[in-house]
Every structure is written in C-alpha cells, then in structure tokens.
C-alpha cells in the first residue's frame, strides 16, 4: 500500500502521535484485507506506515485476520514510490527467528 507516508520518515509526523500519545496513520482496514483473503491469491501485503493496521489501532484486526492464513506482512517499506504499479518482483530477504514474530528484513523490487 503506498500511502505517501514514507515522506514523512524521520520525522516525528511519522508516528503522528497526538496529545494522548495515540498514533494517527493509515493502514489497512480489516475488511480490505479480509477482500483480499477471501478474493485474490495474495500470499502477503505490505505498506510504507508503522503497520498494517491503522495507527489509531487498539485491536489489531488486521494483524489478526490476515497472518494467521499463513499470509506475510511487511511494515515501513521505504522508496515504495519508485516501485511501478504492476509489474514488479519483490524479493525479501530476512534472518530467521526462533519463536519470533519479526525482525528487519532487505527488501528489494526488480523492475
């Protein structure tokens, strides 16, 4: 998902928090994502925000609904801008993590 976020990176706009500390950024609503499960094929999703919830998030529906299916998802993908519409091949590379739920990962789009 290009949100348009990614300008914001290194910036304190990025988390956006507000007087409460409660993050205000886009993400994927659950029922986008439940379309996807239920409609396409996509084995993962990816955005350049904190999550693939909304930042606003207290429940994770998301997160919840879709990496159970054994369906991937990648957070604060940087340059997503430059990657074309269709078309492009992402490769990812991540270390392995023993009982871990994630970790830094190189991300590249061949175009």
Known sequence: MLSG?????GTEKFRNPDADGKMHFPGFH????Q???EETTASGIAVDTLSLDHGMSGDFATHYAWLPQNRWGIE???NLENVPD???TLVVGAPSHK???GGPARI???V
Not at 5 to 9: A, F
Not at 30 to 33: D, I, N, S, T
């Open 99 to 101: 009982r871990g739920t």
């Open 86 to 88: 269709k078309g492009a």
């Open 30 to 33: 659950v029922e986008a994502a």
């Open 108 to 110: 590249f789009a061949l």
């Open 76 to 78: 604060n993908l940087a």
């Open 35 to 37: 379309m996807l499960l």
């Open 5 to 9: 976020w990614g300008k914001h990176m």
